[in-house]
């Protein structure tokens, strides 16, 4: 499941029916980190076991980019799992209110026709869960503001939100050590219903901040790995229309 990108990182692939997210796996000398908290218990439980499965070590902490559900709604198991998970403040005032949403088939309509839910998702959530009322949503264990530098022993992992066209609580981890960045859905147009929007201002801004980060691979939440230089000519594009 899991593929080796660096020595240090490893990542799985996205799953289009389901709308799974790649996520990662970034190893240190004391511990690891995972990338994306995943969409359901079923997701985090595969993950976990192509980490064991691979030798490795399992990660101490895992990390969800922004709050849409295919990067979150893991996060019940990795508590169940002993593994913490940390977001932004922002993600976690969203999570924190979604904790209270009750879950059923009949309810994901509703959260669909309220645009609580965007319609894009609907499919992907009936396909990832037989049971909708297993759906759990929970705040994370450790919340920061703005930036958290995390050491993991020779590796660290630079946790930060960032300008970008997809959500206001858009968060990416930066690898220094190894030039990798985890974009979760940063790149990403914004969401609405079942339409992709652009906003070129936007994806100005995140060109501006990324044209000053040192890093050569990005890892994008439904895309594969890709170098730097494609990620900013696209960006470039973007923002010129």
């Given at each position: 499941?899991?593929?080796?990108?660096?020595?240090?990182?490893?990542?799985?692939?996205?799953?289009?029916?389901?709308?799974?997210?790649?996520?990662?796996?970034?190893?240190?000398?004391?511990?690891?980190?995972?990338?994306?908290?995943?969409?359901?218990?079923?997701?985090?439980?595969?993950?976990?076991?192509?980490?064991?499965?691979?030798?490795?070590?399992?990660?101490?902490?895992?990390?969800?980019?922004?709050?849409?559900?295919?990067?979150?709604?893991?996060?019940?198991?990795?508590?169940?799992?002993?593994?913490?998970?940390?977001?932004?403040?922002?993600?976690?005032?969203?999570?924190?209110?979604?904790?209270?949403w009750k879950w059923s088939a009949e309810l994901l309509e509703r959260y669909?026709?309220?645009?609580?839910?965007?319609?894009?998702?609907?499919e992907h959530i009936i396909n990832e869960y037989q049971n909708i009322g297993d759906i759990e949503v929970c705040p994370a264990d450790i919340v920061y503001h703005g930036e958290m530098r995390v050491d993991l022993g020779g590796i660290s992992c630079v946790l930060m939100a960032i300008p970008n066209p997809h959500t206001e609580d858009g968060t990416v981890i930066y690898v220094p050590e190894e030039g990798v960045v985890f974009f979760g859905d940063c790149v990403c147009e914004e969401l609405v219903r079942d339409q992709w929007v652009d906003n070129p201002k936007k994806a100005a801004e995140m060109y501006a901040f990324l044209d000053g980060l040192d890093f050569s691979t990005a890892v994008e939440g439904h895309f594969p790995p890709r170098p730097k230089s494609e990620l900013m000519k696209e960006l470039k594009e973007r923002m010129e229309k």
């Open positions: 499941m899991l593929k080796k990108l660096t020595e240090n990182i490893f990542y799985t692939e996205p799953d289009e029916a389901t709308d799974r997210p790649a996520m990662g796996y970034i190893r240190g000398e004391r511990f690891s980190l995972m990338a994306e908290c995943g969409n359901s218990p079923k997701t985090v439980k595969a993950f976990l076991s192509g980490v064991s499965e691979l030798g490795l070590k399992k990660p101490v902490m895992a990390c969800a980019t922004h709050c849409h559900w295919d990067h979150c709604f893991g996060m019940g198991e990795l508590k169940r799992q002993g593994v913490l998970t940390v977001c932004s403040d922002k993600t976690n005032e969203i999570l924190k209110d979604m904790s209270g669909v026709e309220e645009d609580k839910i965007p319609l894009f998702c609907r």
